[in-house]
């Protein structure tokens, strides 16, 4: 199995993020194989949470759909295991704090680690709150990974110095969803951030084309797509291996 | 932590400082203080004094008889000796004062200098030492020196609403005594000034009720919130502790509360049901007569006023019945602000006045259709949109709830509810109340009701929950019957959810307690067991709203009428003696349509 830090050794990594259970977990399983067959770095397993406050529509969906199709924490747990055994590619999950929370933290990182996730990715946990679950997730060897927006200004040293796994950059204003154009300047802000830490710093939130990866490539060490993935996978019923397959390649290609 | 406002002279500062959950007042018997009362005016003094409050008489090189003979007449309570007297003349005045009255309690002040006043202080026979910086100067005692006393001691000398927050998180003293940190330059010299006196008491009584944690309320509150928005919650932090500290601010809030929204709200005492159901007296705090119909105006207009103080031009909101959503948008149009409200699909249906009140105010109403399309889902969205456009936009939240520092900030605003229903209840009954109740969605009335009445422990504090169709059926919004703990909407709190941490739908005829969660200080106040909490049915609210039409003439809001028939049940078991307060949170007009209905009656308009 691959480190985190293993994903960004060669060259930039291509991370991309799906809800898992959406629409069953048996779909979720072979839709990572391809992706990973198709260059994907990282992997980033959304639990999915029944409000989840940082997502845009097309990801609250997806987590809505999975939740009415059953899935449960504890069959992603199970899902990851199998998952585990035939891809050596980083995992991450990425939920909220009430799902890791009303589990039992501890209990969380344990079953994790089991699983084979290296890394644990809570939108609605700041700087100031990771106390919560940081001695956990140092216990089972889980990074805790940290968030910077564009409205980090002056928290960035702090949060960079401490950061675990990778940072995750959000690109821009607002909750995940595809946007036209992401106007923050990028460079700045990944300069800023890499003045305080060495951890490899990965751009997410609104990017789904080639063209926008590549330009956020040149200043990250990494591109988040989640938005863009859950879409397509939804709009391909019986082809979305295909799509997304061809997806991935096409988005990797510019990195 | 108790409070001693010290050098009291006038019958006015009595009058005020009462009102106040103040613990000591001291009568300086001390010739050469500007502050000194002869033995006459003390009696007079003691006589205006509510008897639940002991005074504490200030004596320099006094005789032992002249002390005992005023312990004796029961113009003071305790006495407060200045430091410097010798071991035989404290001993020898302990031991009479105990024989005389054996509740009498004896304090010595010392002024920490050096070393050796450490060592005095910290053998000092008494009940309870002070330490003070010079003698009744105003003067700080030094912070090293302080650190080295081993026993609970009373902070005195140079506190004042400016500083008293930083001196207890610097030193956490037994108690605090202060005098010329509350006082005002007056025509006839210096006096107490009543803005002060109150100001002084909220921040230590505030300051005591917080955790260690800023924000935390025993285990339960926080900031769990997307990065994105942490700068803007700091940035509101920030210039909300700024802004509750100015005197400026307050004045003009208070002039908008009062001439805008029509406060003080009335306490009314409900005769006629009082006397059929044979209890308790039934007083009923008036939040209904507000401007917009509701409490929710008294937490806009702070909100509003310190939006425009840092700058934004646009306000959202969520709400539930629509009551938040009216306020806001009223106070955008006064302010002449930008206005967007968030609105469950389910809520726009049951609430189709509110509705097209917000839109006539000239806000936008925003259907959320996500979820349950109701409270909680409106509660996401307007984050989500917050975390879209920060730079001129402020969230009015609109409950105790959601990331620090909004649950301590809507109750701030909201705590003029129970600082006017404790004036008014004394002024009435000359006593406290048994209990006071409010109905608990989010739980922003009911803190106000009970704010200012924590630290007074006979007052029983009831907060009334939605239980829908029951707390053994899935359709309840009971969130600290059928919650467990959980992290949600920027707070740990209690939360209706299942195993996994799903938050759960809920469930309630009323729109405004239809939330899956509590305010962090309620689930602390829960924990402690200093409130509680009861489920009430829609079945009982309704019966509750038709008896108080018919009863006093007053339709409450379907919301408010979940507290009013706990009420019914607490007012039966209590004594003709005892009075209770229930909050009439707001005015029912907007809920005849949905009663009707759960009656199996269309209303057409």
């Not at chain 2, 009334?464 to 959980?486: F, H, Y």
Request: charged share 25%; with cysteine; proline share 4%.
């Amino acid at each position: 199995m691959r480190s985190i830090k293993d994903a960004f050794a060669k060259g930039k990594a291509f991370i991309p993020f799906i809800t898992c259970g959406d629409p069953d977990l048996e779909s979720t399983k072979k839709l990572v194989k391809s992706m990973v067959e198709n260059g994907a770095d990282l992997i980033e397993l959304g639990i999915p949470f029944s409000d989840p406050t940082a997502e845009g529509p097309v990801i609250m969906e997806a987590d809505l759909r999975a939740l009415q199709g059953g899935c449960t924490t504890e069959q992603v747990f199970q899902m990851t295991k199998e998952l585990r055994q035939e891809v050596d590619v980083p995992f991450v999950y990425m939920t909220y704090a009430n799902v890791v929370f009303s589990y039992g933290s501890r209990k969380f990182m344990e079953k994790a680690k089991e699983a084979g996730v290296s890394g644990l990715i809570l939108p609605d946990v700041p700087y100031e709150e990771r106390e919560e679950f940081l001695q956990d997730c140092r216990d089972f060897g889980i990074a805790l990974i940290s968030m910077v927006a564009p409205t980090s200004e002056d928290r960035i040293a702090k949060i960079a110095k401490d950061a675990e796994g990778f940072l995750y950059i959000v690109s821009s204003l607002g909750v995940t969803g595809e946007r036209k154009e992401i106007t923050t300047d990028l460079s700045s802000l990944l300069k800023m951030v890499k003045s305080h830490t060495d951890i490899p710093c990965a751009v997410g939130f609104g990017i789904s084309t080639k063209e926008q990866a590549k330009e956020v490539a040149q200043y990250a060490d990494g591109v988040i797509v989640g938005s863009a993935i859950m879409k397509k996978i939804h709009e391909n019923p019986g082809k979305e291996e295909a799509v997304l397959g061809e997806y991935v390649a096409s988005m990797k290609s510019v990195l | 932590m108790v409070v001693k406002y010290c050098g009291i002279t006038k019958e006015e500062e009595i009058q005020y400082l009462q009102k106040l959950p103040i613990d000591y007042v001291g009568f300086v018997f001390y010739k050469k203080s500007k502050r000194f009362v002869d033995k006459e005016q003390a009696r007079r003094l003691r006589e205006k004094l509510n008897p639940s409050i002991p005074a504490v008489g200030v004596f320099v090189e006094e005789e032992i008889p002249k002390i005992l003979e005023l312990l004796q007449e029961g113009i003071i309570q305790g006495v407060q000796l200045h430091g410097e007297e010798e071991e035989s003349y404290v001993l020898t005045l302990k031991e009479k004062m105990k024989q005389l009255r054996g509740d009498s309690f004896l304090w010595q002040a010392f002024i920490l200098k050096e070393e050796k006043d450490i060592e005095r202080a910290n053998a000092s026979p008494v009940d309870l030492i002070l330490l003070d910086g010079g003698k009744g100067e105003g003067k700080e005692a030094e912070a090293g020196l302080l650190q080295k006393i081993h026993r609970p001691y009373i902070l005195a000398g140079g506190l004042s609403p400016e500083n008293v927050v930083e001196k207890i998180k610097a030193f956490s003293p037994y108690g605090l005594d202060v005098s010329s940190g509350i006082e005002e330059q007056g025509e006839d010299g210096v006096r107490k000034s009543p803005e002060k006196m109150e100001s002084f008491i909220r921040l230590v009584k505030e300051r005591s009720s917080m955790a260690e944690n800023i924000g935390r309320f025993g285990i339960h509150g926080g900031q769990y919130i997307p990065e994105t928005l942490m700068q803007a919650i700091e940035e509101l932090d920030k210039a909300y502790t700024e802004a509750k500290a100015d005197p400026a601010f307050q004045k003009e809030l208070s002039r908008y509360l009062n001439d805008y929204a029509g406060r003080p709200s009335r306490l009314y005492y409900a005769e006629k049901m009082t006397k059929d159901l044979g209890g308790a007296k039934i007083y009923l705090k008036r939040e209904d007569l507000n401007h917009t119909g509701a409490h929710k105006i008294n937490n806009v207009l702070g909100q509003a006023l310190l939006a425009k103080r840092m700058g934004k031009t646009r306000l959202i909101a969520e709400t539930g019945a629509g009551q938040h959503g009216v306020a806001t948008a009223t106070a955008a149009a006064l302010f002449g602000m930008e206005c967007v409200v968030f609105m469950g699909q389910e809520d726009i249906e049951r609430q189709a006045l509110n509705v097209y009140k917000m839109r006539l105010l000239g806000a936008e109403v925003v259907s959320v259709k996500t979820g349950t399309a109701t409270l909680k889902d409106a509660v996401s969205e307007a984050m989500r949109e917050w975390t879209k456009r920060i730079s001129d936009t402020h969230y009015c939240l609109g409950s105790v709830m959601g990331p620090h520092p909004f649950p301590t900030m809507v109750r701030d605003f909201q705590a003029v509810i129970s600082k006017e229903i404790r004036e008014e209840i004394l002024e009435k009954e000359g006593k406290l109340p048994a209990a006071v109740l409010a109905c608990v969605g989010g739980g922003s009335n009911a803190i106000g009701t009970f704010y200012h009445f924590i630290p007074d422990e006979g007052v029983e504090l009831i907060g009334c929950e939605a239980a829908g169709r029951g707390v053994d059926t899935e359709e309840t919004a009971a969130t600290i019957a059928v919650g467990k703990l959980g992290i949600f909407h920027g707070m740990k709190s209690y939360f209706c959810q299942d195993e996994f941490g799903q938050i759960a739908p809920v469930y309630s005829i009323s729109a405004g307690l239809d939330y899956p969660g509590i305010g962090p200080e309620h689930a602390a106040l829960h924990d402690s067991g200093r409130a509680k909490y009861v489920p009430v049915t829609d079945l009982e609210a309704v019966e509750a709203f038709e008896y108080l039409s018919k009863m006093e003439g007053i339709i409450p809001a379907i919301e408010s009428a979940h507290a009013i028939s706990y009420g019914m049940k607490v007012a039966k078991e209590k004594s003709k003696e005892e009075s209770i307060v229930i909050c009439i949170s707001g005015r029912g007009d907007k809920d005849c349509v949905s009663v009707a209905r759960f009656r199996g009656e269309d209303l057409v308009e």
